[in-house]
């Protein structure tokens, strides 16, 4: 099932509880944020790439900060010694999901790459690229699903329980791609702040011969933001993040 239509009969009740209180001319009220104001996360990550041919492995410092202000969001990962970094600028939607309208990417040894989501025309653009078809609602970039997830499983728990699955467009640097994540048990991830307990959220595709995975492990005492994220690319790079710090109001 994908996002968009999983939680369209919860949105749609909310929705109409609010118009059943409300005078006739009110309009819907957006949905309240499960997300904070502000948070910062500091990760320690294990990174193992090929440069020039060469199998190499680094540890970096990783953090995530994440603030949001009159319904507008953004979020900016840093990962230091591989400078790499990925930025993610959008809106809350009506039921407080992400609406995310620019993503941008800066890779080692590349320039930066941006995404930008036109949502009220229905068109993408891939950096200097010509205007393309906008994924349908509910799609999400490479770092606001990090926490989109999160905000997803504290409003609807029951439909997230082990062995369910949920598919989600996910907007990358040239293109949408389509993920299916299952939901497994519940790990005991130790990170600086002590054994945590945490969801596993797994996918996986092929992109020709090539597998890709992504992993990321929500914390159910951390507001159900990423505890351990393990990405496998479509070149066998192999970016293994697990919490050390959290700064939460």
Known sequence: MSFANSFQAPAACFALAVLAAAPSCAAPAPAPSVLPSS???VYRTTATMKLMGLPVTLHARTTTRWRLDGGRYEMHLHMDTA?????SR??????GDLVPDRYEEKRPFHEPDAVDVDWAHGDVRFGGAPPAPAPEAGAQDRLSLQFELGQLRQHYPEQFVSGSVHTVKL???HDVDLWHFTVGQEDAIETGRGSMRAVRFSAHRTVGSVEETMDIWLGAELRWMPVRIRIVDRKGSVIDSVLQDADLP
């Open 39 to 41: 948070a910062d996360l």
């Open 83 to 87: 400078d790499f970094d990925q930025i």
């Open 90 to 95: 959008g809106r809350l939607g009506p039921d």
């Open 171 to 173: 907007i990358g640097t």
